[in-house]
């Protein structure tokens, strides 16, 4: 069975990563997607899901606590998180990474009063987020088809198999559900609040989702854009961007996308939160 934190991926993923995408150049759609049928309804799905259940006890959780608090909570998960990044850059035999990300874990556990706090950040020490899905990417292992899952979200069929792999072998959370048994399934309590905390984290960036003339092709983009710069460490090569961005293809113009994001805002207004451009 799978974690229960993956039931956010559906928005979670993407949302996470629009504002530092939002700075790139305008990347051309990709068409190569062959489950788009599939992908769409189960995309629907998910979204009314998280509309109808998910966003409410986020909205809820923003509304009880203060930046900060969610900040230490935030903080605490990801902390609790890291032997996923350390175990991934040991199979991708990055020893240095590995020494790195274990440093951190063990500063802000200790100093940082059990991961409630980061001064592991003030002292230098970056964070990095690695999981499976980058280790087969590393490997060579094509990603394949983008995918959608139910209750977990956009995915590949390569990266699809970090959702077995670490919540099985590295995710604290995930191995604490699976070796306990409370009443009334009280060990999922910490991965509901990761999942809360996860939901929470991307309310802030939904105008960008809004504001998209087709929200699964936005999403689906943003997922493969933020992918690409995570298995190239933020660096990805040029030949790679350009591929991302449609520099190669002679067909590509963004003069022409961005005429089809203007065309959907006038024809939603009210979606999109603007009003309509004057008429002169």
């Not at 993407?14 to 051309?28: E, M």
């Not at 706090?117 to 980058?134: H, K």
């Not at 090569?237 to 113009?253: H, R, T």
């Amino acid at each position: 069975m799978f974690s229960l934190p993956r039931l956010s991926l559906s928005r979670l993923l993407p949302l996470a990563a629009l504002a530092l995408l939002a700075g790139c150049t305008i990347a051309k759609p990709r068409t190569d997607d062959p489950l788009e049928k599939f992908n769409r309804k189960v995309y629907a799905f998910n979204d009314a899901m998280d509309k109808a259940v998910i966003r409410p006890v986020a909205v809820g959780y923003r509304k009880v606590t203060n930046p900060p608090v969610r900040r230490s909570v935030s903080d605490f998960f990801t902390n609790l998180r890291m032997p996923i990044t350390v175990a991934n850059d040991l199979l991708q035999a990055r020893p240095k990474q590995a020494l790195q990300s274990t440093g951190r874990f063990l500063v802000n556990l200790t100093l940082g009063l059990g991961g409630f706090f980061d001064p592991a950040s003030q002292m230098g020490i970056p964070l990095e987020d690695n999981d499976f899905g980058v280790t087969l990417a590393r490997w060579g292992v094509p990603d394949g088809d983008y995918l959608v899952l139910p209750f977990v979200g956009s995915t590949t069929v390569r990266d699809v198999w970090r959702l077995p792999v670490d919540s099985y072998f590295f995710d604290p959370l995930s191995i604490y559900a699976r070796t306990h048994d409370y009443k009334y399934g009280q060990q999922y309590l910490p991965q509901l609040m990761y999942l809360v905390t996860l939901r929470s984290r991307g309310i802030d960036a939904e105008s960008f989702l809004e504001s998209a003339y087709d929200p699964y092709v936005f999403m689906r983009d943003a997922y493969r854009q933020r992918r690409i710069y995570q298995i190239y460490d933020g660096n990805p090569p040029a030949d790679v961007i350009q591929q991302m961005q449609g520099l190669n293809d002679d067909n590509f113009d963004p003069e022409q996308l961005l005429d089809e994001q203007h065309t959907w805002e006038d024809k939603h207004p009210k979606e999109n939160g603007n009003p309509s451009p004057e008429k002169h």
